[in-house]
């Protein structure tokens, strides 16, 4: 086929009718339409009355059906629509631009900027809704890639491509080891996503945690707490739908989500409304669905890696409530914040006895394994008989390795300790951590 009659069968194919429907009803969060015809997933206009006191239109997306009546779920509030306003189905789902001149925007989840300034030009257009890489085109994981934070870089050494999970109650400091990554990490692009943060904390992140040099290479998108549970899911799906376009370009990229139970939360709540079944604590079974298709998609592929923090709300510091049991299976490694460790001025408050990166041993040398499971040994060691300690009741000599572990445990809580603003990089976290636990008696 030449490239006229190439051209022909693309224009012949082009469907140049558009397909309509009306609004029936509005029922809590749910819009219900008679027509169009359309799919799950597609992006439909709702053209408001001419009297409407804001937009002319809003978008919704359809997430369900019920006999012959669509249900649309807005990505805006609903004071404006009424019955009988015209719904147009695109055919098609969310699309979002993406290219190297928003390196340094801030972004809602419709891929616009926050500030109301104009999409750079020369940007490429891509679905925010992709399948994860097909599991034999993923290299395996065999390069450490420095985060600059000492507890991790030693303890926990993450992989070029490992998914990561970063579990805390509220006020721990998630927000604030993220913005110690972005800085400090040896990727070439930083993608952050935080959903369902209140309005102060998004200013706050990008100014005090993320600063202009983490903003210099860093792109943001942002869905606040206020915002529809639609749109806050689709800040997640956004911000990797972008993470995935630099990691096909062949970039090493680092991808953080804060926090991925917001965007359960957001799920539950289509979920409920759609009519769903509540499980576990009032989660619907797709909150279940959706969480392995989302964090599936960061790793490696035959391009680039992307590797990936995610930040995990646990009710209670409960860290087998259901959406930290979901996570922790699908990821690869988790680091637990510890509030008893922030209360004693511990920062990054990170438990290394709870915490684990299950590719260390895979990607780090063995002089290296072996020194932070020396330092883990005489950490659990103390930890085990602190109260004892405490309290008097241990007498020095009676246990070799306790002594030992009191002697030590005062040095390995300064190593943990990292200042907010200190930059480490991971050779000298790891010549660190090798001295300190060769001084710390014999393996």
């Known amino acids: 086929m030449n490239k006229a009659e190439e051209l022909s069968s693309k224009i012949t194919s082009v469907n140049t009718f558009k397909k309509y429907g009306r609004v029936a009803r509005v029922v809590g969060l749910m819009i219900e339409s008679k027509g169009p015809e359309s799919s799950i997933g597609d992006l439909c206009i709702i053209h408001l009355s001419p009297t409407s006191r804001s937009e002319s239109k809003i978008l919704a997306e359809v997430v369900?059906?019920?006999?012959?009546?669509?249900?649309?779920?807005?990505?805006?509030?609903?004071?404006?629509?009424?019955?009988?306003?015209?719904?147009?189905g695109t055919g098609k789902p969310?699309?979002?631009?993406?290219?190297?001149?928003?390196?340094?925007?801030?972004?809602?989840?419709?891929?616009?900027?926050?500030?109301n300034s104009a999409l750079p030009k020369g940007l490429a257009t891509v679905r925010t809704e992709q399948s994860p890489p097909n599991v034999l085109t993923r290299p395996t994981i065999n390069e450490k890639l420095a985060v600059g934070v000492k507890a991790i870089d030693?303890?926990?050494?993450v992989g070029s491509g490992q998914r990561v999970g970063i579990f805390a109650g509220s006020g721990v400091g998630k927000s604030t080891l993220l913005g110690m990554i972005a800085r400090n990490t040896t990727a070439d692009i930083n993608v952050i996503a935080l959903i369902g943060e209140r309005g102060r904390e998004v200013r706050e992140f990008i100014d005090r945690d993320l600063g202009p040099e983490g903003l210099s290479r860093t792109i943001v998108v942002a869905a606040t707490s206020d915002q529809p549970a639609l749109m806050r899911i689709k800040g997640a799906f956004t911000a990797t739908a972008i993470a995935e376009y630099f990691r096909n370009k062949g970039m090493n990229v680092m991808l953080m989500m804060d926090s991925v139970t917001r965007v359960a939360m957001a799920q539950r709540e289509i979920g409920?409304?759609?009519?769903?079944?509540?499980?576990?604590?009032?989660?619907?079974?797709?909150?279940?669905?959706?969480?392995?298709?989302?964090?599936?998609?960061?790793?490696?592929?035959e391009f680039g890696a992307i590797t990936a923090f995610y930040t995990v709300l646990v009710d209670g510091d409960d860290m087998n409530e259901?959406?930290?049991?979901?996570?922790?299976?699908?990821?690869?490694?988790?680091?637990?914040l510890d509030r008893t460790l922030a209360n004693k001025g511990q920062y990054p408050a990170i438990n290394v006895l709870k915490s684990v990166s299950r590719l260390m041993n895979h990607i780090s040398d063995p002089e290296h394994v072996k020194a932070?499971?020396?330092?883990?040994?005489?950490?659990?060691?103390?930890?085990?008989?602190?109260?004892?300690?405490?309290?008097?009741?241990?007498?020095?000599?009676?246990?070799?390795?306790?002594d030992q572990a009191i002697e030590y445990e005062p040095l390995i809580t300064k190593f943990l300790k990292q200042g907010y603003k200190d930059n480490i990089s991971m050779e000298e976290s790891i010549e660190e951590l090798i001295a300190l636990a060769s001084a710390g008696g014999h393996t």
């Not at 030693?154 to 050494?157: D, F, V």
């Not at 409304?273 to 499980?279: K, S, T």
């Open 64 to 88: 369900g059906f019920r006999e012959e009546i669509v249900m649309l779920m807005p990505f805006t509030n609903v004071t404006d629509i009424s019955s009988g306003c015209l719904v147009e």
């Open 94 to 115: 969310l699309e979002v631009k993406v290219g190297m001149n928003l390196i340094g925007k801030v972004l809602d989840s419709m891929g616009n900027p926050i500030d």
């Open 154 to 157: 030693g303890m926990l050494t």
């Open 272 to 301: 409920l409304a759609v009519g769903e079944p509540p499980a576990t604590r009032g989660y619907t079974p797709s909150v279940f669905a959706i969480l392995p298709k989302l964090l599936e998609r960061s790793g490696t592929n």
């Open 322 to 336: 259901p959406i930290a049991d979901a996570v922790r299976g699908i990821l690869d490694g988790h680091i637990v």
């Open 372 to 402: 932070a499971e020396k330092l883990r040994e005489l950490y659990y060691t103390y930890d085990k008989s602190e109260d004892l300690i405490n309290i008097g009741a241990y007498k020095r000599g009676t246990s070799k390795e306790i």
